[in-house]
């Protein structure tokens, strides 16, 4: 994937994870559900560009994520998160959240 393709992709990959993880709840879900979810919508995006946004994700306080060696990564949805995604706050430039209709 080009650099310029893969810039103009990943407000909309952060936007796609961030919505998988509010469907898993207080559970969250693992990368490899994130990444399932996310290649239906972006081909092609690889474990390690899921990985980078999970830590964008993380360092703005939008999801935690729980690291391991051996296992998936898992993360879940911060409150601030959650608020982003049910469109309670604004969304800063870098996700592609869609206008709320209605």
């Not at 239906?40 to 999970?54: M, P, W, Y």
């Amino acid at each position: 994937m080009t650099d310029l393709l893969n810039t103009r992709m990943l407000p909309g990959v952060r936007w796609e994870i961030l919505r998988t993880l509010h469907v898993g709840g207080h559970l969250g879900a693992t990368e490899a559900m994130c990444q399932q979810v996310v290649n239906a919508a972006f081909v092609g995006v690889t474990a390690e560009t899921l990985r980078n946004q999970f830590d964008y994700l993380e360092k703005r306080k939008l999801i935690e994520v729980q690291r391991s060696e051996l296992d998936p990564w898992r993360a879940t949805l911060s409150r601030h998160g959650t608020d982003l995604v049910e469109y309670r706050v604004d969304c800063e430039p870098g996700i592609a959240r869609p206008a709320l209709q209605g």
